[in-house]
Protein backbone atom coordinates (compact mmCIF):
# COMPACT_ATOMS: atom_id res chain seq x y z
CA UNK A 1 0.00 0.00 0.00
CA UNK A 2 1.10 3.48 -0.76
CA UNK A 3 2.06 6.10 1.92
CA UNK A 4 1.22 9.21 0.04
CA UNK A 5 -0.91 10.15 -2.76
CA UNK A 6 -0.79 12.20 -5.49
CA UNK A 7 -3.51 15.27 -5.53
CA UNK A 8 -2.52 17.59 -7.74
CA UNK A 9 -0.04 19.34 -9.84
CA UNK A 10 1.05 23.00 -10.74
CA UNK A 11 0.19 23.48 -13.94
CA UNK A 12 1.04 27.41 -14.25
CA UNK A 13 1.70 30.48 -12.57
CA UNK A 14 -1.77 32.66 -11.35
CA UNK A 15 -1.33 36.37 -10.39
CA UNK A 16 1.12 38.34 -9.23
CA UNK A 17 1.07 37.23 -5.80
CA UNK A 18 3.14 34.00 -5.95
CA UNK A 19 -0.11 31.88 -6.43
CA UNK A 20 -0.28 28.73 -8.88
CA UNK A 21 -3.15 26.86 -10.73
CA UNK A 22 -3.09 23.04 -9.81
CA UNK A 23 -4.52 20.71 -11.86
CA UNK A 24 -6.37 18.44 -9.13
CA UNK A 25 -5.58 14.63 -9.09
CA UNK A 26 -8.21 13.96 -6.66
CA UNK A 27 -11.61 13.02 -6.98
CA UNK A 28 -12.71 15.69 -4.16
CA UNK A 29 -10.61 18.97 -4.64
CA UNK A 30 -13.18 20.90 -2.12
CA UNK A 31 -10.86 18.83 0.41
CA UNK A 32 -7.76 21.12 -0.45
CA UNK A 33 -9.36 23.33 1.76
CA UNK A 34 -8.57 21.01 5.01
CA UNK A 35 -5.32 20.67 3.61
CA UNK A 36 -2.25 22.29 5.86
CA UNK A 37 0.68 21.31 4.32
CA UNK A 38 1.25 19.57 1.88
CA UNK A 39 4.14 17.58 0.00
CA UNK A 40 6.07 19.50 -3.09
CA UNK A 41 7.95 17.62 -6.16
CA UNK A 42 9.96 19.14 -8.52
CA UNK A 43 12.66 18.19 -10.81
CA UNK A 44 15.10 19.74 -8.53
CA UNK A 45 13.68 19.57 -5.36
CA UNK A 46 11.19 17.87 -2.58
CA UNK A 47 9.53 19.70 0.36
CA UNK A 48 6.85 20.41 2.30
CA UNK A 49 5.05 23.29 1.85
CA UNK A 50 2.40 25.19 3.86
CA UNK A 51 -1.15 26.16 2.28
CA UNK A 52 -1.38 30.21 2.95
CA UNK A 53 -4.64 29.83 0.57
CA UNK A 54 -7.51 28.07 -1.25
CA UNK A 55 -9.85 29.14 -3.72
CA UNK A 56 -11.44 27.58 -7.12
CA UNK A 57 -11.80 28.39 -10.30
CA UNK A 58 -13.19 26.31 -13.31
CA UNK A 59 -11.67 23.13 -12.91
CA UNK A 60 -8.83 24.29 -11.00
CA UNK A 61 -7.63 24.96 -7.57
CA UNK A 62 -6.00 28.24 -6.82
CA UNK A 63 -3.15 27.71 -4.14
CA UNK A 64 -0.70 30.21 -2.38
CA UNK A 65 1.93 29.10 -0.81
CA UNK A 66 3.67 30.43 2.13
CA UNK A 67 7.53 31.48 1.09
CA UNK A 68 6.53 32.00 -2.58
CA UNK A 69 5.43 35.54 -2.85
CA UNK A 70 6.31 36.53 -6.85
CA UNK A 71 5.72 35.04 -10.20
CA UNK A 72 8.76 34.50 -10.34
CA UNK A 73 9.49 32.20 -7.42
CA UNK A 74 6.00 30.26 -8.49
CA UNK A 75 7.25 29.39 -11.92
CA UNK A 76 10.55 27.60 -10.38
CA UNK A 77 7.13 24.99 -9.70
CA UNK A 78 5.45 24.35 -12.84
CA UNK A 79 4.78 20.97 -13.15
CA UNK A 80 5.72 20.09 -9.69
CA UNK A 81 3.10 17.38 -8.25
CA UNK A 82 1.76 17.65 -4.91
CA UNK A 83 1.25 14.19 -2.62
CA UNK A 84 -0.06 14.19 1.13
CA UNK A 85 0.73 11.66 3.38
CA UNK A 86 -1.90 8.47 4.16
CA UNK A 87 -2.93 10.13 7.16
CA UNK A 88 -4.01 13.29 5.25
CA UNK A 89 -6.10 11.34 2.59
CA UNK A 90 -9.87 11.27 3.35
CA UNK A 91 -11.23 8.49 5.70
CA UNK A 92 -12.82 5.55 3.72
CA UNK A 93 -16.08 3.61 4.37
CA UNK A 94 -16.43 0.05 4.42
CA UNK A 95 -15.64 -1.58 0.97
CA UNK A 96 -14.05 1.94 -0.18
CA UNK A 97 -10.60 1.94 -1.20
CA UNK A 98 -8.04 4.12 -2.67
CA UNK A 99 -7.52 3.74 -5.72
CA UNK A 100 -3.47 4.02 -5.51
CA UNK A 101 -3.60 0.58 -3.27
CA UNK A 102 -5.95 -1.04 -5.99
CA UNK A 103 -3.62 -0.43 -9.01
CA UNK A 104 -1.02 -3.86 -9.66
CA UNK A 105 -3.30 -6.21 -7.68
CA UNK A 106 -3.34 -9.44 -9.19
CA UNK A 107 -6.92 -10.59 -10.56
CA UNK A 108 -8.14 -14.11 -9.98
CA UNK A 109 -11.70 -15.78 -10.60
CA UNK A 110 -13.32 -17.09 -7.81
CA UNK A 111 -12.21 -20.57 -8.78
CA UNK A 112 -8.77 -19.25 -8.60
CA UNK A 113 -7.73 -19.05 -11.92
CA UNK A 114 -5.06 -16.54 -12.44
CA UNK A 115 -6.97 -13.49 -14.73
CA UNK A 116 -4.13 -10.69 -14.69
CA UNK A 117 -3.66 -7.66 -13.01
CA UNK A 118 -5.91 -4.14 -12.85
CA UNK A 119 -4.28 -1.86 -14.18
CA UNK A 120 -6.26 1.31 -14.42
CA UNK A 121 -9.64 2.16 -12.63
CA UNK A 122 -11.96 3.96 -14.87
CA UNK A 123 -15.29 6.47 -13.40
CA UNK A 124 -17.78 6.25 -15.17
CA UNK A 125 -20.36 8.07 -13.09
CA UNK A 126 -22.72 5.57 -12.20
CA UNK A 127 -20.05 2.86 -10.83
CA UNK A 128 -16.03 2.61 -11.51
CA UNK A 129 -14.97 0.27 -13.50
CA UNK A 130 -11.41 -1.48 -13.51
CA UNK A 131 -9.37 -2.44 -16.14
CA UNK A 132 -7.75 -6.06 -16.16
CA UNK A 133 -4.94 -6.54 -18.11
CA UNK A 134 -4.94 -10.04 -18.94
CA UNK A 135 -1.87 -12.47 -19.07
CA UNK A 136 -2.24 -12.66 -22.81
CA UNK A 137 -2.14 -8.50 -22.84
CA UNK A 138 -5.17 -8.15 -23.80
CA UNK A 139 -7.75 -5.82 -21.27
CA UNK A 140 -10.85 -6.43 -19.99
CA UNK A 141 -13.42 -4.22 -18.19
CA UNK A 142 -14.85 -5.30 -15.14
CA UNK A 143 -17.56 -3.07 -13.38
CA UNK A 144 -16.91 -2.41 -9.88
CA UNK A 145 -19.92 -4.14 -8.55
CA UNK A 146 -20.26 -6.89 -5.92
CA UNK A 147 -21.84 -9.12 -8.39
CA UNK A 148 -18.18 -8.86 -10.08
CA UNK A 149 -15.80 -7.99 -7.33
CA UNK A 150 -15.79 -10.74 -4.79
CA UNK A 151 -12.65 -10.09 -2.21
CA UNK A 152 -10.44 -7.10 -2.28
CA UNK A 153 -7.43 -8.06 -0.07
CA UNK A 154 -4.60 -5.59 0.04
CA UNK A 155 -2.24 -7.10 2.33
CA UNK A 156 -2.09 -10.22 0.10
CA UNK A 157 -2.18 -8.04 -3.26
CA UNK A 158 -5.33 -10.14 -4.68
CA UNK A 159 -8.50 -9.25 -5.84
CA UNK A 160 -11.25 -11.69 -6.34
CA UNK A 161 -13.57 -11.76 -9.11
CA UNK A 162 -16.67 -13.24 -10.65
CA UNK A 163 -16.46 -13.59 -14.23
CA UNK A 164 -19.90 -12.84 -16.06
CA UNK A 165 -21.12 -15.13 -18.81
CA UNK A 166 -19.40 -14.03 -21.92
CA UNK A 167 -16.73 -11.23 -20.58
CA UNK A 168 -13.97 -13.12 -21.61
CA UNK A 169 -15.31 -14.34 -25.10
CA UNK A 170 -16.22 -10.40 -25.79
CA UNK A 171 -12.42 -9.44 -24.82
CA UNK A 172 -10.59 -11.69 -26.86
CA UNK A 173 -12.92 -10.82 -29.82
CA UNK A 174 -11.83 -7.66 -29.30
CA UNK A 175 -7.92 -7.99 -29.20
CA UNK A 176 -8.29 -10.35 -32.24
CA UNK A 177 -9.51 -7.51 -34.28
CA UNK A 178 -13.00 -8.49 -34.94
CA UNK A 179 -15.49 -5.58 -35.61
CA UNK A 180 -19.43 -6.40 -33.64
Aim: proline share 3%; charged share 35%; aromatic share 8%.
Amino acid sequence: MQNEFQVGAIASVHGIKGEVKVFPTTDEPEKFKKLKTVRLKSAKEEREVKLQSVRFFKNMVIVKFEGIESPEEAQKYRGATLWIARKQAVPLRKDEYYQADLIGLSVVTEEGEALGTLTDVLETGANDVYEITMQDESKVLFPAIRDCVKEVDLEAGRMTVHVMDGLLDLARKETSGKKF
